[in-house]
């Protein structure tokens, strides 16, 4: 065994310690985002009832550079990230609210499918309306 004067002290490396704080701050925007996925989930829903949705991430690309899109919704599990990384820059150079929700079979079956979608952006808002304007 060792006596405490021959142990090495640990001192974190300052990489560990930028590492810690960018994790920190992502799971505290994941937490205040967590009562808006929620209720972008339940705009889709509603919009897809009583209103128009776009699905996918071709046709919500369209309907963002057209700017007939009134709310994005992103899934973040989506694989190669290439697919959706230019929905984020597009939607705030249009003034778009987007969100990005943790899974995208979740985002299917809000849309009303059995698979997931990478995307899915509300052209029409019927009763989600007042849902999407809080959101914004």
């Keep these: 065994m060792q006596s405490l004067s021959k142990r090495k002290i640990y001192k974190p490396s300052i990489f560990s310690i930028l590492l810690n704080l960018i994790i920190g701050g992502l799971l505290k925007m994941a937490e205040v985002s967590q009562e808006n ?14 209103g128009k949705i776009r699905k996918g991430a071709n046709e919500v690309t369209k309907a ?10 992103v899934a973040q599990d989506v694989s190669p990230k290439e ?3 230019h929905l984020g820059p597009l939607c705030k150079e249009k003034n778009i609210p987007y969100i990005e929700v943790p899974a995208k079979d979740d985002l299917g ?4 499918l059995r698979v997931g979608t990478a995307a899915v952006a509300v052209v029409k808002e ?11």
């Design 109 to 112: 079956a809000a849309a009303g």
């Design 126 to 136: 019927g009763e989600s309306k007042g849902i999407i304007k809080e959101l914004s």
């Design 83 to 85: 697919v959706i990384m």
């Design 37 to 50: 996925i929620g209720k972008a989930y339940e705009a889709i829903e509603l919009a897809k009832k009583t």
């Design 64 to 73: 963002v550079e057209r700017a007939s899109a009134k709310l994005v919704v």
